[in-house]
Protein backbone atom coordinates (compact mmCIF):
# COMPACT_ATOMS: atom_id res chain seq x y z
CA UNK A 1 0.00 0.00 0.00
CA UNK A 2 1.22 3.87 -1.39
CA UNK A 3 1.69 5.89 1.97
CA UNK A 4 3.25 9.20 2.11
CA UNK A 5 4.27 10.64 5.49
CA UNK A 6 5.68 14.34 6.09
CA UNK A 7 7.58 15.67 8.81
CA UNK A 8 9.51 18.78 9.95
CA UNK A 9 6.51 21.53 10.05
CA UNK A 10 6.68 24.03 12.53
CA UNK A 11 6.89 27.62 13.01
CA UNK A 12 9.79 30.45 12.20
CA UNK A 13 10.03 33.74 12.27
CA UNK A 14 10.18 35.27 8.71
CA UNK A 15 14.11 35.05 7.16
CA UNK A 16 14.26 31.68 8.72
CA UNK A 17 14.84 28.20 8.01
CA UNK A 18 12.97 24.99 7.98
CA UNK A 19 13.77 21.26 6.28
CA UNK A 20 10.29 18.95 5.51
CA UNK A 21 11.00 15.78 5.01
CA UNK A 22 8.29 13.02 3.38
CA UNK A 23 8.53 8.88 3.72
CA UNK A 24 7.42 7.33 0.99
CA UNK A 25 6.77 3.27 0.73
CA UNK A 26 6.32 1.56 -2.77
CA UNK A 27 8.48 2.08 -5.75
CA UNK A 28 10.17 4.57 -7.51
CA UNK A 29 7.82 7.07 -8.46
CA UNK A 30 7.82 8.82 -11.85
CA UNK A 31 6.97 12.78 -10.13
CA UNK A 32 7.16 13.66 -6.97
CA UNK A 33 6.54 17.27 -5.70
CA UNK A 34 5.48 19.25 -2.90
CA UNK A 35 2.15 21.19 -2.86
CA UNK A 36 1.05 24.14 -0.52
CA UNK A 37 -2.50 25.15 0.56
CA UNK A 38 -3.46 28.05 2.58
CA UNK A 39 -6.95 29.11 4.03
CA UNK A 40 -9.49 29.56 1.48
CA UNK A 41 -7.00 29.52 -0.88
CA UNK A 42 -6.21 26.56 -4.24
CA UNK A 43 -3.74 24.11 -3.85
CA UNK A 44 -0.71 25.29 -5.65
CA UNK A 45 2.48 23.40 -6.72
CA UNK A 46 5.81 24.07 -4.71
CA UNK A 47 8.39 22.14 -6.24
CA UNK A 48 8.20 18.95 -8.77
CA UNK A 49 11.30 16.66 -8.74
CA UNK A 50 11.31 13.87 -11.46
CA UNK A 51 12.49 10.64 -12.42
CA UNK A 52 15.96 11.73 -13.80
CA UNK A 53 16.53 14.17 -10.97
CA UNK A 54 15.01 17.40 -12.80
CA UNK A 55 13.57 19.41 -10.81
CA UNK A 56 11.12 22.49 -11.00
CA UNK A 57 9.91 25.60 -9.14
CA UNK A 58 7.37 28.03 -9.17
CA UNK A 59 8.64 31.63 -9.51
CA UNK A 60 7.97 33.10 -6.21
CA UNK A 61 10.15 30.56 -4.09
CA UNK A 62 12.53 29.60 -6.86
CA UNK A 63 16.29 30.46 -5.23
CA UNK A 64 15.09 29.57 -1.72
CA UNK A 65 13.72 26.37 -1.42
CA UNK A 66 15.46 23.26 -2.95
CA UNK A 67 13.61 19.78 -3.51
CA UNK A 68 15.81 16.37 -3.45
CA UNK A 69 15.23 12.89 -3.12
CA UNK A 70 16.99 10.32 -1.55
CA UNK A 71 16.10 7.05 -4.08
CA UNK A 72 17.87 4.83 -1.28
CA UNK A 73 15.90 5.53 1.24
CA UNK A 74 12.76 6.64 -0.41
CA UNK A 75 12.71 9.99 1.09
CA UNK A 76 12.05 13.23 -0.47
CA UNK A 77 12.81 16.54 0.84
CA UNK A 78 11.76 20.24 1.12
CA UNK A 79 14.99 22.87 2.22
CA UNK A 80 13.04 26.24 2.53
CA UNK A 81 15.61 29.19 3.06
CA UNK A 82 14.37 33.00 3.84
CA UNK A 83 11.17 32.31 4.62
CA UNK A 84 8.14 34.78 4.23
CA UNK A 85 5.09 35.58 5.39
CA UNK A 86 3.19 34.30 2.49
CA UNK A 87 4.75 30.82 2.19
CA UNK A 88 2.40 30.22 5.46
CA UNK A 89 0.27 27.28 4.39
CA UNK A 90 -0.43 23.72 5.19
CA UNK A 91 2.43 21.74 2.84
CA UNK A 92 1.89 18.32 1.06
CA UNK A 93 4.01 15.09 -0.54
CA UNK A 94 2.66 14.12 -3.75
CA UNK A 95 3.71 11.23 -6.39
CA UNK A 96 2.66 10.35 -9.39
CA UNK A 97 3.15 6.69 -10.57
CA UNK A 98 2.85 7.13 -14.45
CA UNK A 99 2.92 10.06 -17.01
CA UNK A 100 5.08 12.93 -16.85
CA UNK A 101 6.04 15.65 -13.80
CA UNK A 102 3.53 18.72 -14.33
CA UNK A 103 2.19 21.06 -11.90
CA UNK A 104 -2.08 20.15 -11.86
CA UNK A 105 -2.83 18.72 -8.15
CA UNK A 106 -5.08 16.45 -9.97
CA UNK A 107 -2.58 14.39 -12.06
CA UNK A 108 -0.78 13.40 -8.61
CA UNK A 109 -2.03 9.67 -7.40
CA UNK A 110 -0.74 9.68 -3.80
CA UNK A 111 -1.06 12.33 -1.16
CA UNK A 112 0.33 12.97 1.92
CA UNK A 113 -1.58 13.95 5.41
CA UNK A 114 0.02 17.54 5.15
CA UNK A 115 2.19 19.64 7.64
CA UNK A 116 1.85 22.93 8.70
CA UNK A 117 4.57 25.52 8.26
CA UNK A 118 3.86 28.98 9.55
CA UNK A 119 6.32 31.74 9.11
CA UNK A 120 5.59 34.86 11.31
CA UNK A 121 6.56 38.23 10.04
Known amino acids: QVQLVESGGGSVQAGGSLRLS ?19 KEREGVALIDGKDGTYYRDSVRGRFTISRDSGKNTLDLQMNNLKSEDTAMYYCAARSGGYCDWPPHQFDYWGQGTQVTVSS
Open 22 to 40: CAASGYRYVCMGWFRQAPG
